[in-house]
């Protein structure tokens, strides 16, 4: 006879894991987002870094990494594909060589009327209006605050 499972081992389930559901969550979002964004020649990192630049172009490096929660080790060979591609174009600063700006080319602005399908495709394949959408990405950012002040992020 099986023996009921204590609070503690209903703590170590799996279908009780917030991190699993987001985990989850983030697997099938990809697969939405996969032929949305193979149309328009992008990875998903390399669409939010076009999605950073779509909003302020001309920017160091730093920012776009302070953004996207990423380091320079990630974001160099993301940017270096996005200028292959010619997206974008790094120059160094004028008032500090140390600095790289990266810039939308012409190709890589005008990729953005292409990409302005991608939210509604979204908003469509969750079946969710915009403010329940709106209340969950609030939530979760609230939540990833939470967890990064934790860890002193």
Not at 124 to 134: G, K
Request: aromatic share 6%; net charge positive.
């Amino acid at each position: 006879m099986a023996r009921k499972p204590s609070a503690a081992d209903q703590l170590l389930r799996l279908d009780n894991q917030i991190c699993f559901a987001i985990y989850s969550a983030t697997h099938a979002f990809n697969r939405v987002y996969k032929p949305l964004l193979d149309r328009l020649g992008l990875t998903y990192p390399q669409y939010l870094v076009m999605l950073v630049l779509w909003e302020r172009d001309g920017v160091p490096v730093r920012d776009i990494g302070e953004r996207l929660f990423l380091d320079s080790g990630t974001l160099t060979p993301l940017l270096k594909r996005l200028e292959q591609a010619g997206l974008v174009k790094r120059t160094r600063s004028s008032e500090d060589e140390r600095q790289v700006l990266i810039a939308l080319t012409a190709h890589g602005q005008a990729l953005k009327d292409k990409a302005r399908s991608v939210p509604m495709s979204i908003l469509a394949a969750s079946e969710c209006s915009v403010a329940e959408l709106t209340s969950i990405k609030n939530e979760i950012v609230a939540l990833r605050d939470r967890l990064n002040a934790a860890v002193g992020g």
